[in-house]
């Protein structure tokens, strides 16, 4: 069964560091792998996703992420942080394309000054 | 273009209590779909709708929740009785196909006392 792993329900980093968030997933076909980014009172918005054409994917807001088979990862990284980062991200695996995805539990970023 | 719409955004009802959530999805999207966020996990999906026909209701609780898509538009999702494990967000997602990105509403926060 395809399952997903936030390493971290909290990271806090200093504006203009590097944010690095944590997904491992499990899948028993090729998955499809999303990072989608909540705000506070709002729904999800899309960061990014791998389908299975170019490993490191680039999404907006200058977030990419790489998918690693061999260690079941797609972690999210952002090379200088802002303060307007600050959010919850949910990575999420489907093994059927756009489908039934599955969420992981969240990680919450926080970025001080 | 419009998002998704939900309404209400908050509600408060006592167990035992029923209540509705309506969702209006992106102009021309077939695809909707309902998920439960519980505070401190990701979303799980409940049912997922193709035009007014059910894709996959496998995660639906359907001795209590109730969802229907009539006309192939908008969506009302129901719970009755509403049980205090029942307090989350539920949150409305489309889609232009079962194989395109999904898109979320802004959710309804719902506290069961």
């Known amino acids: 069964a395809q399952s997903v792993t936030q390493l971290g329900s909290h990271v806090s980093v200093s504006e203009g560091a590097l944010v690095l968030l944590r997904c491992n997933y499990s899948?028993?076909?090729?998955?499809?792998l999303f990072w989608y980014v909540q705000y506070p009172n709002q729904g999800l918005q899309l960061l990014l996703k791998?389908?299975?054409?170019?490993?490191l994917v680039k999404g907006i807001n200058g977030f990419e992420a790489e998918f690693k088979k061999s260690e079941t990862s797609f972690h999210l990284t952002k090379p200088s942080a802002h303060m307007s980062d600050a959010a919850e991200y949910f990575c999420?695996?489907?093994?059927?394309?756009?489908?039934?995805?599955?969420f992981g539990a969240g990680t919450r970023l926080a970025v001080h000054p | 273009e419009a998002g998704v719409a939900q309404s209400p955004r908050y509600k408060i009802i006592e167990k035992r209590q029923s209540v509705a959530f309506w969702c209006n999805p992106i102009?021309?999207?077939?695809?909707l779909y309902w998920y439960q966020q519980i505070l401190g996990q990701g979303p799980k999906l409940l049912i997922q709708?193709?035009?007014?026909?059910?894709?996959?209701d496998s995660q639906l609780p359907k001795d209590r929740f109730s969802a229907e898509r009539l006309k192939g538009v908008d969506s009302t999702l129901k719970i009755q009785p509403a049980k205090l494990e029942d307090s989350a967000v539920y949150l409305c997602?489309?889609?232009?196909?079962?194989?395109?990105?999904?898109?979320f509403g802004p959710g309804t926060r719902l506290l069961v006392l």
């Open positions: 997602a489309s889609s232009s196909s079962t194989q395109e990105t999904q898109y």
């Open positions: 899948s028993s076909v090729p998955p499809y």
């Open positions: 791998y389908t299975s054409a170019a490993t």
């Open positions: 999420a695996v489907s093994e059927r394309g756009y489908n039934k995805l599955i």
């Open positions: 102009s021309g999207h077939a695809t």
């Open positions: 709708f193709q035009n007014n026909g059910v894709v996959d």
